[in-house]
């Protein structure tokens, strides 16, 4: 069974924030902070990640990822701190290499 990912990403606590939908939340995790793909958050620094969602259903996950992104930052601000108040990086020990954990 699949498991697909809503998540946030932030460029620091209370900084930028990006929200977004994959299956693959480590690999895509990963493409961010190396800014892999060219974009929106490589642009901006965007790379802790501080919020995530999980469920077997990809429809669900991209309502769900487009319903947060219709929010007004406040609620999404509030939706990160309500799991992650220190806006910890959640990937922080997913990689080995110490330049891809954020501070």
Known sequence: MKTYYVYILA???NGTLYVGFTND???RVYEHKTGAIEGFTKKY???????F???????AAIRRE????????DKKI???????PEWT????????????RSE
């Open 45 to 51: 620094g965007v790379k802790r990640l501080v919020y």
């Open 89 to 100: 990086d959640l990937s922080k020990d997913w990689f080995l290499d110490s330049s891809l």
């Open 25 to 27: 939340l480590k690999r």
């Open 66 to 73: 487009k319903q947060i992104k219709g929010w007004r930052r």
């Open 53 to 59: 969602e999980e469920t077997p259903d990809a429809n």
């Open 11 to 13: 460029s620091k606590r």
């Open 78 to 84: 509030a939706l990160i701190e309500s799991s992650n």
